[in-house]
T-cell receptor, first 114, second 113 residues
Framework: DGGITQSPKYLFRKEGQNVTLSCEQNLNHDAMYWYRQDPGQGLRLIYYSQIVNDFQKGDIAEGYSVSREKKESFPLTVTSAQKNPTAFYLC?????????????FGDGTRLSIL | AQKVTQAQTEISVVEKEDVTLDCVYETRDTTYYLFWYKQPPSGELVFLIRRNSFDEQNEISGRYSWNFQKSTSSFNFTITASQVVDSAVYFCALIVEVNDMRFGAGTRLTVKP
């Protein structure tokens, strides 16, 4: 089945540690996205990528980094500079190009601080 | 600036009741797209519907229906004869520019048996 796979489902970060969240898609989508979801709030865009080897900052990129070396993969690193990383992180993909394409989401990764 | 407002934070209904989730959007652009997503407890957002700004025709899909009114900048979602499986958080979203999807804060719907 085609879809988006995020791993791990739960992740714990120690003080000063960088952690990487995985996102893989087999939908052959060009565009991929990372969102952060906090309780009672909507999704906020962290980074997005329209094509391999290219990515753009979203509204809340500080303290995060991404790479897009392969079309299928868009890992997100939460760095030690992100002082409030506890949140639910969602990865999405879309065909890209036109803005009317719906985004397809993974199951999310819940990140907590130890 | 683009913005989506879902004023209802939580709604609780009894099974078989009809329920309407409100969505109000703001944009100065004439071309835009509106979406509804469902987020069940598993966490994944499930795409429900997409509507472009030039198509004000209401849509019905089974027990779901959507009412798009440009005059009031609203894109409301109605579930008829609600079921327990409809319990989830529902998000309304707006896209004006490519890759810039703006989400509302979401409405948590609880359907009690």
């Amino acid at each position: 089945d085609g879809g988006i796979t995020q791993s791990p489902k739960y992740l714990f970060r120690k003080e000063g540690q960088n952690v990487t969240l995985s996102c893989e898609q087999n939908l052959n989508h060009d565009a991929m996205y990372w969102y952060r979801q906090d309780p009672g709030q909507g999704l906020r865009l962290i980074y997005y990528s329209q094509i391999v080897n290219d990515f753009q900052k979203g509204d809340i990129a500080e303290g995060y980094s991404v790479s897009r070396e392969k079309k299928e993969s868009f890992p997100l690193t939460v760095t030690s500079a992100q002082k409030n990383p506890t949140a639910f992180y969602l990865c999405a993909s879309s065909r890209g190009g036109d803005s009317n394409q719906p985004q397809h989401f993974g199951d999310g990764t819940r990140l907590s601080i130890l | 600036a683009q913005k989506v407002t879902q004023a209802q934070t939580e709604i609780s209904v009894v099974e078989k009741e009809d329920v309407t989730l409100d969505c109000v959007y703001e944009t100065r652009d004439t071309t835009y797209y509106l979406f509804w997503y469902k987020q069940p407890p598993s966490g994944e957002l499930v795409f429900l519907i997409r509507r472009n700004s030039f198509d004000e025709q209401n849509e019905i899909s089974g027990r779901y229906s959507w009412n798009f009114q440009k005059s009031t900048s609203s894109f409301n979602f109605t579930i008829t004869a609600s079921q327990v499986v409809d319990s989830a958080v529902y998000f309304c979203a707006l896209i004006v520019e490519v890759n810039d999807m703006r989400f509302g804060a979401g409405t948590r719907l609880t359907v009690k048996p």
